[in-house]
């Protein structure tokens, strides 16, 4: 009697389970760096175009803080992400994910201090205030990375408000560094402001922001969305994100799968966790 009752109830589990997993929504995501709204406003128009072009419903999620967002990716619980380098180079080597498109040009950043600070290279910040975004920011995580040793990590000044805030704070003497993206350095301070500091390291160049997408999804589809975000008219879904990110951009470029080999090493034994 058992096993007469047991075999039907576990077909029909199954079968229910299956059928959720068939019609259950695909997750897109991004970083918590702005409010739920905002996030709706920047995010939801691209979810939208992903759904028509995967012919099933994509729901954007707002992570609630990075805690939330850490936690749900490393569970693989994300379908489609729209990040920084290493956390799509963590996706590619750990949750199946690979990339698709991504915006055009580099990262890079530059850590500047005072022609007179007596700061010459970046092991000389060694338990000195440093003005940077909070963890897990890129321009912060290729700091840490230079320090095997957490005793002689430099002392983070965090700032609100992005570069401008944390170049505020290093000019209001808040810190005897502060590291800032190349394109900030040099486009939005000025040639007087520049002459009285110094570059005392650089990092290596790393792809921009990356949509990746989780390989359970067929091939056809992937392609589908690469192809349309490709060109100006696929990618219109996108433009205030570019506005924000890339001003010059009307479309993203095809991601290479070889441009973020070990960028993953920027989380994995640097940032806790991970």
């Known amino acids: 009697m058992r096993t007469r009752i047991f075999f039907p109830a576990v077909i029909f589990f199954f079968s229910f389970g299956f059928s959720l997993s068939v019609s259950a929504e695909l997750i897109f995501t991004a970083p918590p760096r702005e409010s739920p709204e905002a996030g709706m406003k920047l995010y939801g128009p691209i979810a939208q175009s992903l759904g028509s072009l995967l012919g099933e419903k994509v729901v954007y999620e707002h992570p609630r803080d990075w805690l939330t967002y850490s936690r749900r990716m490393r569970e693989g619980q ?68 230079e320090f095997s040793n957490p005793v002689r990590q430099p002392i983070l000044v965090e700032g609100k408000g992005g570069m401008k805030g944390i170049y505020q704070r290093f000019k209001n003497g808040d810190c005897m560094a502060v590291i800032l993206r190349d394109s900030f350095y040099f486009n939005k301070i000025s040639d007087l402001e520049r002459d009285e500091y110094q570059v005392v390291w650089e990092s290596m160049r790393m792809p921009n922001q990356t949509i990746t997408m989780t390989q359970v999804i ?22 205030p994100l570019f506005k924000r990110f890339s001003k010059n951009s009307s479309h993203f470029i095809v991601a290479n799968k070889d441009e973020f080999q070990g960028l993953n090493e920027l989380l994995e034994g640097v940032v806790w966790g991970w």
Do not use: M
């Open 78 to 145: 994300y379908d489609i992400v729209f990040d920084g380098p290493q956390f799509a180079s963590w996706r590619i080597s750990h949750v199946n994910h690979v990339p698709l498109v991504r915006i055009k040009g580099d990262l890079r950043f530059l850590i500047i201090s005072q022609v007179n600070s007596g700061i010459h290279g970046i092991q000389d910040l060694a338990a000195k205030k440093i003005c940077a975004l909070a963890s897990p920011n890129l321009a912060t995580l290729t700091i840490l990375r």
């Open 218 to 239: 067929p091939q056809e589809s992937r392609r589908k969305v690469i192809n349309a975000f490709s060109d100006d008219r696929g990618a219109a879904s996108a433009l």
